[in-house]
Every structure is written in C-alpha cells, then in structure tokens.
C-alpha cells in the first residue's frame, strides 16, 4: 500500500515538471529534495483513514512554456523513508507485508506523455514499485514560478491519483475499503 503511495509520488513529480523533449530550448529543473513529497491517503479496516508520506525522493524534468507538451519528467522514492508517525507501524509498512523495502528499496515514475493547458495537466507514464511496472495517468497542476530569494528560479506542481494496491502486488488484508488509496504529490523544482 505505501509502495503504491510512492509510485505516485513519482508520477506526481513527472505532473508538476513538463520536460520538453526539445532540450535546446527547455530549461532543466532538479527537485528540491527539501521541499518535495509525497502523501498517501487510506482507508483503515473501514472505520478510519490512516495518512503519512514518503519524505525522500530525488528527480528532475524540464519545462519550456513554447512547447509544455514535450515534456518529460522521471522521479525516484526512496520507499524506507516511508513516515505514518508511528514507528511499529512504520516497520510493518516497510517490511515484506507492504513495501518490502530490501528487495524494493526504490519507487520509480517516468513520463511518456504530457498535455497541459492553463497551468493544469494531465501526466500519463510507467509506475514502477514493488517490482511491478505499470501505466499510471493522474492530474496535476502548477502552484507557482519564480525566482527565489538566493537569486534561483523555482517551478512548484500538486497531483493527485488514486491506485490499486493489488495491481502492485501489495495485497495485504486491510478490509474491502482500503483496496484503493490516495496519493497527493507536491514537487519543487530549482532551474539548472
């Protein structure tokens, strides 16, 4: 369930940074690992929901506004930094139940297509957690641009995508409600 979570904060960062294909052009963004995450939502035994977040993952996509489109993003969640601020938990979600964190020690989302329109875009591309490669499509759309107060300039994105922990091979018995959970991406990108 938390590897899903992760593998959408990968196609989360590919959502906020439109990387263009035309790379003569596009500027290059790094992800602010500080200001990067990604938060799951789920629903527990029906009777609760149970949040938390990945707290590190690394990445990049560039982004040119002639032709946002074109654009490319690839994200990586580090899966132990899972973080549901109850450590038992925690060591559960990282164990063989959920995320089996060392044999998958990384999450992976890589974009194949974007399309965006009045700073919202739809991102399609593979998610890849618990050794399962899968096409994921989910919404995002750009907080802000602009230059920084150390003289950088920063792009920031929120996305959203609701996936099936099964199709990831994360099938633990959670109760009928808790199949299906939430991710929240929030991406922060300093231009190269």
Do not use: C
């Amino acid at each position: 369930m938390k590897h899903t979570f992760i593998a959408f904060a990968a196609s989360a960062a590919l959502l906020l940074g439109t990387a263009n294909i035309n790379r003569a052009h596009a500027a290059q963004y790094t992800l602010d690992p500080t200001h990067s995450f990604v938060q799951f939502s789920i629903a527990h035994l029906g009777y609760s929901l149970l949040q938390g977040r990945f707290n590190t993952l690394s990445g990049s996509f560039s982004y040119d506004p002639k032709q946002p489109n074109a654009a490319r993003i690839a994200v990586e969640v580090e899966t132990a930094s899972i973080d549901s601020n109850h450590a038992e938990r925690d060591k559960h979600l990282r164990g063989a139940d959920f995320l089996d964190v060392e044999n998958y020690p990384k999450a992976r989302f890589v974009s194949s297509a974007i399309h965006e329109a009045n700073g919202k875009a739809t991102v399609r591309g593979d998610l890849t957690l618990h050794g399962v490669t899968r096409p994921v499509r989910f919404e995002a759309e750009l907080i802000g641009a602009g230059k920084d107060p150390w003289g950088g300039y920063r792009r920031g994105y929120k996305g959203s995508l609701t996936i099936k922990r099964a199709d990831f091979g994360v099938s633990y018995n959670l109760g009928p409600a808790a199949e299906t959970m939430r991710l929240d991406l929030f991406i922060e990108g300093i231009r190269q």
